[in-house]
């Protein structure tokens, strides 16, 4: 089944405790990308990545890393989680960026919640 | 102003009427044009795409007015599976989708 996976689906941290999310897709999509969810803001993104090894800021990349090893694989580091870093996300992959083919399929999310 | 705006509702609407939502956006450079459906905390799954001369899809129709830079969607004979949050997506060629608040529908019986 093509789906896009993330994990962990729910978590609950402290303050400058580094995490990681992790995204997978089976796709073989090129292009992949996070995006956070805050209600009244929308889906802002945080970073993409145009294939391996290129990866580039989105509109709110403060206090994140992202890494792009493998084409399938794109995870989001907090390095030094923030309580305003609290929100839903959510990793997205497609075949390209812009045009016609570039559905967003989205992962199921991701309920942060930094104490 | 924002890039893309949305009325954030809700809609409260009756089984079996026709709504519609709107959609403007800032950059008249804006390539492509999407309504995504979002249910209540999960992910975001595309609806439809926008074309020029406009489309539709069973009971669904999207237009587009670049004069005035606004999308719409019209959802006819509603029913309570409809229930959801309507994003409107833009893509204005940064290698980014840019998403809207949504619009929230609600379906009554």
């Known amino acids: 089944e093509a789906q896009v996976t993330q994990n962990p689906r729910y978590l609950i941290t402290v303050t400058g405790k580094k995490l990681t999310v992790t995204c997978s897709q089976n796709?073989?999509?090129?292009?992949m990308s996070w995006y956070r969810q805050d209600p009244g803001l929308g889906l802002r993104q945080i970073y993409y990545?145009?294939?391996?090894?290129?990866?580039d800021k989105g509109d709110v990349p403060e206090g994140y890393k992202v890494s792009r090893k493998e084409k399938r694989n794109f995870p989001l580091i907090l390095e030094s989680p923030s309580p305003n870093q609290t929100s839903l996300y959510f990793c997205?992959?497609?075949?390209?960026?812009?045009?016609?083919?570039?559905?967003?399929?989205f992962g199921p999310g991701t309920r942060l919640t930094v104490l | 102003r924002k890039e893309v705006e949305q009325d954030p509702g809700p809609f409260n609407v009756p089984e079996g009427a026709t709504v519609a939502f709107n959609c403007t956006y800032s950059?008249?450079?804006?390539?492509?044009f999407f309504w995504y459906r979002q249910d209540c905390r999960k992910e975001p799954k595309l609806l439809m795409s926008?074309?020029?001369s406009g489309n539709e899809d069973g009971r669904f129709t999207a237009q587009l007015n670049r004069a005035s830079q606004y999308i719409s969607l019209l959802i006819r004979d509603s029913k309570l599976s409809d229930s959801a949050t309507y994003l409107c997506?833009?893509?204005?060629?940064?290698?980014?989708?840019?998403f809207g608040s949504g619009t929230r529908l609600q379906v009554q019986p």
């Open positions: 796709m073989n999509h090129e292009y």
């Open positions: 997506v833009v893509d204005t060629g940064r290698r980014a989708l840019t």
């Open positions: 997205a992959s497609s075949l390209s960026a812009s045009g016609s083919y570039n559905e967003q399929f």
């Open positions: 950059n008249s450079a804006s390539q492509s």
């Open positions: 990545s145009m294939n391996v090894e290129v990866t």
């Open positions: 926008v074309y020029s």
